[in-house]
């Protein structure tokens, strides 16, 4: 009995050591990542990086402000068309999707999960920018409104999920209407999630480069309207990175740095939600 106790535990230790071992292993590569495009990207950042335009080809200095600018426009554009669109179909899938119609969504946003983004980049090509005969920073927020639309389905989803059903039979036996008990009760609810959910999502789109370059296609001087070309932080990273001057390559590396805070930023504040999420629910 004794002998097979010890074996057990050895077992238990050696398990727990290899979970250790890959865990700081993850952790590691994570901030080896971080740290090689901050020691690249810092000596770049400066106060006109984020204030002024780009140089002219070739000159050394500028910034990146319209990048910045255009970053947020297009992204904020996109979560006005993508997010209403995933919350109110997960209110739909998890209060009545029980059935074909709401497996096939289901089937359809767990395939748009996996279809590569410069898919959606091309789709929004050719139903936006050719019918429209140009690019534009509208064309790049259909881009990504359309991938963070199954995401933020699913995931919301799960979040109505997880409130409680006494909840939703409390205010219909008090004869609310459904669509109140949904509207006033489960949404405020899982507001928490719903917004984690939101926060991901704007995350996950916020590095993408394969759809803006078919869609926004970049600008090097201020935007006029959503109607036009625009700069966004992934485009001029990828502009700066393949061209051959020095200056841009550093400043390629600030751009990473400065959008790799903002992604970092987002899933923090996620986080940190889902746990006062979990201790409000408990």
């Not at 739909?92 to 497996?103: D, K, P």
């Not at 409390?170 to 459904?178: D, E, F, M, N, T």
């Not at 051959?244 to 940190?272: F, S």
């Amino acid at each position: 009995m004794n002998q097979q106790f010890s074996k057990r535990r050895l077992t238990n230790n050696f398990m727990f050591f290899l979970t250790g071992a890959f865990t700081i292993l993850s952790v590691s590569t994570l901030f080896a990542i971080l740290g090689y495009i901050a020691y690249h990207g810092i000596s770049s950042v400066n106060w006109d990086f984020f204030t002024k335009l780009p140089a002219p080809v070739g000159e050394k200095g500028g910034g990146i402000a319209n990048s910045i600018v255009g970053s947020f426009k297009v992204i904020g554009l996109a979560c006005l068309m993508g997010l209403p669109v995933g919350v109110f179909g997960a209110v739909y899938l998890a209060e009545y999707g029980n059935n074909r119609t709401g497996f096939a969504i289901r089937y359809c946003a767990d395939v748009l999960n996996g279809v590569p983004s410069i898919v959606m980049g091309i789709f929004a090509y050719a139903v936006v920018v050719l019918p429209m005969k140009h690019f534009s920073a509208l064309s790049g927020s259909v881009a990504l409104a359309i991938i963070m639309v199954p995401l933020m389905l699913r995931t919301t989803e799960e979040f109505i999920r997880l409130v409680p059903g006494n909840i939703r039979e409390a205010g219909l036996a008090l004869g609310v209407p459904q669509w109140k008990v949904v509207l006033r009760i489960i949404l405020p609810t899982a507001s928490r999630g719903i917004i984690t959910g939101g926060i991901l999502a704007v995350s996950r789109i916020a590095g993408e480069t394969a759809p803006l370059i078919f869609t926004a296609f970049g600008n090097r001087f201020w935007d006029d309207g959503m109607l036009r070309p625009i700069a966004t932080l992934p485009h001029t990273i990828y502009t700066y990175a393949i061209s051959p001057y020095e200056d841009w390559h550093k400043q390629a590396w600030a751009a990473a740095l400065i959008l790799m805070v903002i992604v970092l930023a987002g899933n923090t504040c996620a986080r940190m939600l889902m746990k006062s999420n979990r201790g409000a629910s408990h």
